[in-house]
């Protein structure tokens, strides 16, 4: 190995080396009765953000119910609240009260919409809660999703070769300068080297209604449907931006569709002038800012000719789990 190549590679360690040492005292082993895995503190007051499939136990279909304990790597253990958690990005908050027991260090929050292909990735767990597994690599790709436990689409979800394990779910990614850009989440077994975090541009968006609201409030019709591609000849007719739509398998009586006259085989192609080309853009489409208020979809009706049919419709609010 030439003197270039070894100052390369001891520049890259004395990065992954400062980032932990700086990061590393934030990272947390997040337990409860069955399991548990990592998370990290992200405000001073004891604000750790970590995994929904981690606070739920794998169980989608049980709410969290703790007890949840927090232990930090110099020793100190919380018995910790549940906040909040989405179960369709994979995102928990919990809150821990340090107050009384010494400063907490809170991680960073940076922007992963500002990630290039080819930068340093850091991933910390503390799955034994007071030891760091620490693996370090590059973002292999960018804009990549992934279905949750739900069978929503997570969507801007990074790709990186920071090998994880799975008492790494819930522990920060983390750039070479310290700064959290992604919550880890996933890996492919059976695959070499790929591991998945959620995007942090989604968890900054999600963490204030977890705060707010112990969830994420997301809108709905009522219908049940399968995108479908659409005919060359009915785009070209209509002038549609759109090869696919979503067909209306089923509509849930007295449903937000169902007061609107959305019928079964419409096929929805748009909503408030958005297009809609499939059923996870629709559910992207469907944010709580639509709960309530009059909004406008846009249908294909009919088989053999079919025309755009304009429906108005106040979505209702989505109760999950």
């Not at 360690?13 to 069955?34: F, M, N």
């Not at 112990?214 to 995108?227: K, N, Y």
């Amino acid at each position: 190995m030439g003197a270039t190549d070894s100052f390369l590679l001891d520049s890259y360690s004395r990065a992954v080396v400062d980032v932990v040492d700086h990061i590393g005292p934030s990272v947390a082993a997040v337990r409860l009765s069955e399991g548990g895995g990592s998370g990290f503190v992200f405000t001073p007051d004891g604000f750790v953000l970590t995994n929904s499939h981690v606070v739920r136990a794998g169980r989608v279909d049980a709410r969290p119910s703790g007890p949840f304990r927090v232990s930090l790597p110099d020793g100190r253990d919380f018995e910790a609240r549940f906040v909040g958690d989405d179960p369709d990005t994979d995102l928990a908050v919990l809150s821990v009260d340090g107050s009384s027991r010494g400063a907490l260090t809170a991680a960073p929050l940076g922007r992963s919409a500002e990630l290039k292909r080819g930068q340093i990735a850091i991933a910390i767990g503390n799955p034994l809660g007071f030891e760091h597994t620490v693996t370090a690599g590059i973002v292999s790709a960018l804009g990549r999703s992934m279905r949750s436990s739900t069978g929503r689409l997570i969507p801007d979800v990074i790709q990186t070769d920071a090998a994880l394990n799975p008492g790494n779910s819930g522990g920060p990614l983390l750039d070479s300068a310290g700064q959290v850009i992604g919550v880890n989440t996933a890996i492919i077994r059976g695959a070499q080297s790929i591991s998945f975090a959620v995007a942090v541009d989604i968890a900054t968006w999600v963490i204030p209604q977890l705060l707010q609201h112990g969830r994420v409030r997301r809108s709905h019709l009522g219908v049940a449907g399968a995108t479908v591609p659409l005919h060359r000849r009915v785009v070209m007719h209509h002038g549609l931006a759109v090869q696919s739509a979503v067909r209306v398998a089923a509509i849930e009586p007295g449903s937000p569709a169902a007061q609107a006259g959305v019928r079964v085989d419409d096929l929805i192609i748009g909503i408030d002038g958005i297009d809609i080309e499939s059923v996870d853009h629709l559910h992207r489409a469907l944010d709580g800012s639509r709960i309530g208020r009059e909004s406008v979809i846009r249908v294909l009706r009919g088989h053999t000719s079919p025309e755009v049919v304009y429906l108005s419709v106040r979505p209702a609010e989505l109760r999950g789990s």
